[in-house]
């Protein structure tokens, strides 16, 4: 079965520090991976995707994110974290070899502590 | 603001009832999804269309029906209503099939 985990429900960082929310995915064939953020009584926010190429994927916010095909993971990451960086993230997975389902993870809160 | 519009943002009815959901997505993006997020259940993928067909199913209840109208816009609709359907329920729109989609600010369903 095709899923994406997000090992950690919530990552405590203090500010300034860098930050990294974890995810791991399991599909067949090459993945397409997003990473979205989600604000509290808000709509998920797009922050950046990997579709091919450059593993190390640059997004919104000073976020970025590292392909590892061979530990089948996504990992979110920012150098220096701000507290406005509190919220709720999930990472999201589209087979390519599929039908057009994207399969989000369960979301990691992310608090940063001032 | 991501463009994609839905209405009603707050909805409370009765258990039995139905109620209908409306999501206008962003201009041009011909494909609307639907999800339900509660906190026991996360973020639960219902269902997609595309240009006006269905494209993939989720784990959307036979109680639950959608539609992608010709002018793009999507409705999802929930019959026979259960205290258990009480959640967020998102649409989001993507230009095609395999970008990144953006979401609306939600419609809040609580069943009493």
């Known amino acids: 079965a095709q899923s994406v985990a997000q090992p950690e429900d919530q990552v405590n960082v203090a500010e300034g520090n860098p930050l990294t929310v974890k995810c791991t995915y399991s599909v067949s064939g090459n993945p397409y991976l997003f990473w979205y953020v989600q604000y509290p009584n808000r709509g998920l926010q797009f922050l950046l995707k990997y579709i091919t190429g450059d593993n190390l994927v640059k997004g919104s916010y000073g976020f970025e994110a590292e392909f590892n095909k061979s530990q089948t993971s996504f990992h979110l990451k920012k150098p220096s974290a701000l507290v406005s960086d509190s919220a709720l993230y999930f990472c999201a997975v589209r087979p390519q070899n599929r039908d057009d389902k994207i399969i989000f993870g369960k979301g990691t809160r992310l608090h940063i502590l001032p | 603001d991501s463009g994609v519009t839905q209405t009603p943002k707050h909805l409370i009815t009765a258990t039995g009832q139905r109620v209908t959901l409306r999501c206008s997505p962003r201009s041009g993006d011909l494909s609307v999804y639907w999800y339900q997020q509660s906190l026991d259940q996360g973020l639960q993928f219902l269902i997609q269309?595309?240009?006006?067909?269905?494209?993939a199913k989720g784990n959307i209840l036979e109680r639950f029906s959608a539609q992608q109208f010709p002018d793009l816009h999507s409705e999802l609709n929930l019959s026979s209503l259960e205290l258990g359907d009480s959640a967020l329920y998102f649409c989001?729109?993507?230009?095609?099939?395999?970008?990144?989609?953006?979401f609306g600010e939600g419609s809040r369903l609580t069943v009493l």
């Open positions: 989001a729109s993507s230009v095609a099939l395999v970008g990144e989609l953006f």
């Open positions: 269309y595309y240009n006006g067909e269905e494209r």
